[in-house]
């Protein structure tokens, strides 16, 4: 597999329960699905939030908008820059997922990534106005140290 995947625990393949290939993690990404961003908070359970996600697949990366002003980034610049992103669908007992755990940089926004974000998750009629007052100024450029995916059906 491309991204050396499999699903926590290891290699499964019983019972509805599998890892997805190479070409379903590509398919599954490309959905405008929210992702549920998780950021350590000392002394707290993790800061988690859901976030808009962009997968840069040729470079195993995956980019995510935010304020500057933000808790998020506020708890990823007092901490060690690690974060975990969980990109799931379900219907009922069936679900897919992608979880990632990697390392953060934090850069100011990327027009490129605006425009990518504001394709893939605003309907054609609603962009011009995101563009012209994104509410984010910022963005985390995020390199994985672990996938792990599943298909439960």
Do not use: C
């Not at 050396?4 to 190479?22: C, I, P, T, Y």
């Not at 610049?77 to 009922?92: F, K, P, W």
């Not at 011009?128 to 995916?149: K, Q, V």
């Amino acid at each position: 597999m491309k991204y050396g995947l499999s699903v926590a625990g290891g290699s499964v393949d019983f019972m509805g329960f599998r890892a997805m290939d190479d070409d379903e993690i590509a398919e599954f990404l490309a959905q405008p699905l929210v992702a549920v961003l998780a950021v350590d908070d000392p002394g707290w359970s993790p800061h988690v939030t859901p976030v808009w996600f962009h997968h840069l697949p040729d470079e195993n990366r995956f980019q995510v908008m935010t304020p500057a002003k933000s808790k998020k980034t506020r708890l990823h610049r007092t901490g060690t820059g690690e974060l975990s992103l969980s990109i799931q669908s379900a219907d009922g007992a069936t679900a897919r997922y992608v979880n990632m755990q990697g390392v953060a940089r934090f850069f100011p926004l990327d027009p490129d990534l605006l425009n990518a974000m504001v394709e893939k998750y605003l309907p054609s009629e609603h962009r011009a106005a995101y563009l012209a007052h994104p509410p984010e100024d910022s963005m985390f450029d995020i390199t994985p140290r672990r996938i792990t995916t599943a298909v439960i059906d």
